[in-house]
């Protein structure tokens, strides 16, 4: 009688929970970009807090506050496009150098200011749309470059990480930006956030030449109209960026939180900041979750179904009048977006060519940053017009209506498989 032997543990599947550490192991490069990269977000969200805090202090103006929302939405959409042909022409580890170092300089000229007690909000203005430009250039480098340091199966585990980075520095960035100027003022908060980059430039300073690849590696010219025809070529990689337009223009709730907070919940800016703080929260659990995902080989699946949770998580929210309980569904709905993110990244970085993946990081970022606050302004004038109920219950199942018409449309997206990948 034979007896059956189990495979030897090596080769058995792991099953993970958390999430994968895999390229933070195996890649030394890339663990110093993460983790520069973590640190410098923590920082850049303590400044951006301490600028709209001094912006309040000099005029006593929400709408002065609110500027600095447009001052860094304008550039950041202008640039985005820009900045991702540039990161596909020239060197991208000079590129986030270059951008690195500028953001970084920014900030010591707002320590110096404070330090000098020049306080001008002229001046807060002009360093935030520079930020925002800075910004433009150095985010297309750094997410072109991933792909080049890691195995295309590590993608997903290291775009995992990378959302964990970010939601960690804007839920936990303000608290502490708050406490440090509370303490000792906006030039301790700005001065921190300078020292912040010293570790993303030495992460930038280690990597080796990343000029783009493709036409035998030459550099020279590139068109932001190439890309967008590209981009035109490529329905998987368009869908992409039209099932993420869906969840953010039609089901964000965000600017309804203040009246929310009020008429549901009977509570005040506690309430808000709960709200707030809630997707945030659901998103950071989701990174942290993150092990499952790189077995996951249906990627355009995984996006459909998790936009969809996003959709339906908001519609049902809309309908809650328990705030525990419309905490858990904005979490949920937090969740469902980290999903979708990382796997919405690892298949435009796996099925791009690489010296297109700068410009479709411009495209990126343009969507990232204009859809939420198109979003804004709908659910404001449906609430405006009818009541917040309609607007976020009827926004989140018009995503899943406009997310079920795209996937009938472009069927082949929900059969996208990561070992063949497809743009």
């Known amino acids: 009688?034979?007896?059956?032997?189990?495979?030897?543990?090596?080769?058995?599947?792991?099953?993970?929970?958390?999430?994968?550490?895999?390229?933070?192991?195996?890649?030394?490069d890339f663990r110093r970009l993460w983790f520069g990269g973590t640190v410098s977000s923590l920082g850049q969200a303590m400044t951006a807090l301490a600028i709209s805090l001094q912006v309040y202090e000099i005029t006593g103006?929400?709408?002065?506050?609110?500027?600095?929302?447009?001052?860094?939405?304008?550039?950041?959409?202008?640039?985005?496009?820009?900045?991702?042909a540039v990161a596909d022409?020239?060197?991208?580890?000079?590129?986030?150098?270059?951008?690195?170092?500028?953001?970084?300089?920014?900030?010591?000229?707002?320590?110096?200011?404070?330090?000098?007690?020049?306080?001008?909000?002229?001046?807060?203005?002009?360093?935030?749309?520079?930020?925002?430009?800075?910004?433009?250039?150095?985010?297309?480098a750094r997410s072109a470059m991933i792909p080049r340091l890691l195995p295309a199966e590590q993608l997903p585990a290291a775009n995992a990480l990378n959302s964990m980075t970010w939601t960690f520095g804007m839920t936990a960035g303000p608290a502490l930006g708050g406490v440090i100027v509370g303490w000792w003022g906006y030039q301790a908060a700005y001065l921190i956030d300078a020292l912040t980059f010293v570790a993303a430039l030495y992460a930038m300073w280690r990597l080796p030449t990343m000029k783009p690849e493709g036409a035998g590696g030459r550099t020279g010219r590139a068109s932001v109209l190439d890309g967008l025809r590209f981009l035109g070529t490529r329905p998987n990689i368009r869908m992409t960026f039209f099932s993420d337009m869906a969840a953010m223009v039609l089901a964000q709730p965000k600017a309804l939180f203040p009246a929310v907070a009020v008429l549901w919940y009977g509570g005040d800016a506690k309430t808000v900041g709960l709200l707030v703080?809630?997707?945030?929260?659901?998103?950071?659990?989701?990174?942290?979750?993150?092990?499952?995902?790189?077995?996951?080989?249906?990627h355009?699946?995984?996006?459909?179904?998790?936009?969809?949770?996003?959709?339906?998580?908001?519609?049902?929210?809309?309908?809650?009048?328990?705030?525990?309980?419309?905490?858990?569904?904005?979490?949920?709905?937090?969740?469902?977006?980290?999903?979708?993110?990382?796997?919405?990244?690892?298949?435009m970085q796996a099925a791009t060519p690489d010296d297109m993946r700068g410009r479709l990081q411009g495209v990126f970022i343009v969507v990232v940053a204009g859809g939420p606050r198109l979003g804004d302004f709908l659910a404001g004038a449906t609430a405006e017009l009818t009541s917040p109920t309609v607007a976020i219950t009827g926004g989140g199942l018009g995503c899943v209506l406009v997310l079920a018409l795209l996937a009938a449309r472009w069927r082949g997206f929900a059969r996208y498989d990561a070992r063949t990948p497809q743009a």
Do not use: E
């Open 1 to 28: 009688m034979t007896r059956t032997t189990a495979p030897p543990p090596s080769t058995r599947p792991r099953r993970r929970i958390w999430a994968d550490p895999t390229p933070l192991k195996t890649s030394p």
């Open 61 to 84: 103006s929400s709408f002065s506050v609110g500027l600095v929302g447009l001052c860094s939405l304008v550039p950041l959409v202008t640039f985005g496009l820009y900045g991702g």
């Open 89 to 140: 022409t020239v060197d991208r580890r000079k590129l986030g150098l270059v951008s690195a170092l500028g953001l970084a300089a920014l900030s010591i000229a707002l320590a110096g200011a404070a330090l000098l007690d020049y306080h001008r909000v002229w001046l807060l203005y002009s360093i935030v749309a520079l930020q925002s430009v800075c910004g433009a250039l150095n985010g297309p």
């Open 277 to 298: 703080a809630a997707p945030a929260v659901g998103a950071l659990l989701g990174g942290l979750l993150s092990g499952w995902q790189g077995r996951i080989r249906r």
């Open 300 to 347: 355009g699946a995984a996006i459909l179904l998790s936009v969809a949770a996003w959709g339906l998580a908001i519609a049902v929210f809309g309908l809650t009048r328990d705030l525990w309980l419309g905490l858990v569904f904005l979490a949920l709905a937090g969740c469902a977006d980290s999903i979708s993110m990382v796997f919405r990244t690892t298949m």
